[in-house]
């Protein structure tokens, strides 16, 4: 079988990103450990610019452009993180942004993206499909949609931070008996396993969703791409991604990952907890890796274990909230 | 002049460290660039192990004990950082620690410090002197006192902070304009600068304190070192302390640093920035360096600027006020 993107696509992205993208650390945790009775391991990619892992994929896709594609300018439809890194890369590129959002996406989410210069364009996220709405206002102008991580080059470049954990653990010698990783459409996951598993064939990888949106778990149980239904709501606003990606799906289905869920709760504890003893801002769907550790989803005693918090871009009560009560 | 520590010391201390502290990035942020006018880079020690660069100087310290007085024990008085610093080194290397902590710190640092296994003693921060109550507190035990900054070791150890800084900086070929550090009693300040003046000679160089904790900033304009007096409060817990070092003000005072001070309006204002925009969990005390930046006390536009977010330890309480109210 051939998948949409190698190890050498993460490669060639990683070039694009040096001295771009922040090399975000992965950071070991006393308390963490304590709770885990084992060693984890966190990519901290709440760091990287605009709050989000989704710039990686957003600067290597843009930067592939053609002078005349950048002319045209792009346009992308996002809950707020992608949407930020698309209007980010654009900036950095010179190229003419516009952001299709769900009305309801986080007041910070909104407001950062057009900080970054990008044309805002809101939809209702329950009774609108939003590729829909992006095609209806594309129209005929020619401009190039971004696709949130459904694309080669998307995919390639959030495996960047795959990559980078690679690095970062052999430079210690260590080989992790375990991965998380957040999933929506599975760009980050499809990248960060093509990564991982590459360098340690041997790992086990999870992917971890919101417990209503639960279709990467069903598809890898399947076999097939399954699809959530429109009651589904989380606090997770990262990963309300109805199913996994053409293109995303075969490869997180051949490296035989499973699938598991969190619940809002599980969520909010875990942005305290990094809040409080990592001293990271986490957003409940970037944190959903962590979540599944904090709640003992997986076996850590003993073990290696890697996840990663891949956004943090709570609105300040969302935060405060998760801080003070959980 | 001979200063308590030279670059030496802190590139011996650097080999002590390797592997054990976390190697804190270097962060830098678009929105803060935008504010400023210019490119500023935060050396982000809040994600140190402990929640603060205090665990380098311990840790450098109490592996210079000898066998004899490893068995005998080690004893700190600190309002938190240092004693979690200490607790934590002492509980690596095998050592008892008894820690002497004012009666209202934190309770996340009392609660940490008795976490990483030590016998926590508390007093009364404004009619007891703590130095007093370590020796009480030691008697004729033998045990070894691990002052908080005016120590050699413990210098150099903060200083591997600035080292690292001086090492990212070269990595993209940039000389800084200018560096504020957070300042209580110099032990950071003073390894700091002696890693950062020894790289970069031309810079300016400034230590920042809350107001009414101003003895440095008084100290460096007589220069002769003046103390603060009991009626002084700020909520910058990790910088109440009543002068500079013996051993921290010459290096300090040499270098031609200046002295700058932040309401703690302006701390706060710092710890939501921080939280919001940065993704980091910082502490009023830790944060002053940044909270002055934000607050134009220094001049910023054009300029390449590098401050400190030196812990992290705040309690949930007082960081949901600021990330609400600020």
Chains 1, 2 share one sequence.
Do not use: W
């Not at 996994?244 to 490869?251: S, W």
């Amino acid at each position: 079988m051939t998948y949409a993107i190698s190890v050498e696509d993460i490669h060639s992205a990683a070039e694009r990103l040096e001295d771009v993208a922040v090399r975000t650390p992965l950071i070991e945790n006393v308390q963490l450990n304590e709770i885990t009775g084992g060693r984890v391991f966190v990519k901290a990619e709440c760091l990287q610019h605009t709050g989000s892992f989704k710039f990686r994929g957003a600067y290597n896709r843009l930067s592939r452009l053609s002078a005349e594609e950048k002319e045209r300018g792009v346009l992308a439809f996002s809950s707020g993180n992608h949407a930020q890194g698309v209007a980010r890369a654009a900036q950095l590129l010179g190229i003419k942004a516009t952001i299709i959002m769900p009305e309801d996406a986080p007041a910070l989410k909104l407001a950062a993206t057009k900080g970054y210069g990008a044309d805002v364009v809101t939809y209702d996220r329950y009774t609108e499909d939003r590729e829909e709405v992006a095609a209806t206002t594309a129209g005929d102008s020619g401009v190039v949609i971004v696709p949130p991580y459904n694309d080669p080059f998307i995919m390639a470049g959030q495996g960047t931070a795959g990559l980078e954990t690679v690095q970062d653990l052999r430079k210690i010698g260590l080989t992790p008996d375990q991965a998380l990783v957040n999933c929506g459409g599975g760009g980050l996951a499809s990248g960060f396993y093509t990564a991982m598993y590459d360098a340690f064939p041997n790992l086990n990888g999870y992917v971890v969703e919101p417990e209503e949106f639960d279709d990467v778990k069903r598809s890898l149980e399947t076999g097939d791409i399954q699809t959530i239904d429109f009651n589904a709501r989380s606090i997770c606003d990262a990963l309300l991604t109805p199913s996994p990606g053409k293109l995303t799906f075969p490869i997180i289905k051949d490296k035989g990952v499973t699938g598991i869920t969190v619940s809002d709760d599980e969520a909010r504890a875990a942005v305290s907890f990094a809040a409080r003893h990592m001293k990271l801002t986490g957003e409940p769907g970037g944190i959903v890796s962590l979540a599944a550790i904090l709640a003992g989803k997986v076996e850590t005693a003993g073990k290696i274990t890697v996840c990663i918090i891949s956004g943090g871009n709570v609105d300040p009560q969302m935060h405060t909230d998760c801080i003070l009560n959980f």
